[in-house]
């Protein structure tokens, strides 16, 4: 009788860690606009973003998203006159708050205290592909 009972607990607790994994992993991957503006974001599955602003000035690099909406990335190229991107010449890493809003396509994402945070929606589909 315990030997049956062992695997059926075992089968229920990997189910339920397994669904609450899936439903803990915020996605960020994909084409997103500012609410407020022109600006926009492009996460890719690979790590890698691209961003452009709202006068076309880029930006390129990697990032880690964690499980509990805190965000890594690092620029490494920028495109700032519109001519040709090229590396940057100090590598620095940042960290952003992500809060995802589950009732809407939004993300907001929080720089520093005190700062006002940028509010981006997803674009379904790409009104403007940033890459």
Do not use: N
């Not at 708050?97 to 700062?115: C, L, M, S, Y």
Request: proline share 6%; charged share 20%; glycine share 6%.
């Amino acid at each position: 009788m315990q030997i049956r009972t062992v695997p059926a607990v075992f089968m229920t607790i990997l189910i339920v860690s397994l669904s609450v994994s899936c439903v803990s992993q915020p996605d960020v991957v994909g084409q997103w606009q500012r609410v407020d503006g022109d600006d926009r974001l492009a996460f890719r599955e690979d790590g890698t973003f691209m961003t452009v602003d709202g006068m076309g000035a880029t930006a390129a690099g990697r990032y880690t998203l964690h499980a509990d909406g805190t965000l890594y990335y690092a620029v490494t190229h920028t495109d700032v006159m519109q001519m040709q991107s090229r590396p940057v010449d100090d590598l620095t890493v940042d960290i952003v708050g992500v809060q995802f809003h589950r009732e809407k396509p939004e993300i907001t994402f929080i720089t520093a205290e005190g700062a006002v945070p940028k509010v981006y929606r997803r674009i379904e589909p790409p009104a403007r592909p940033v890459y």
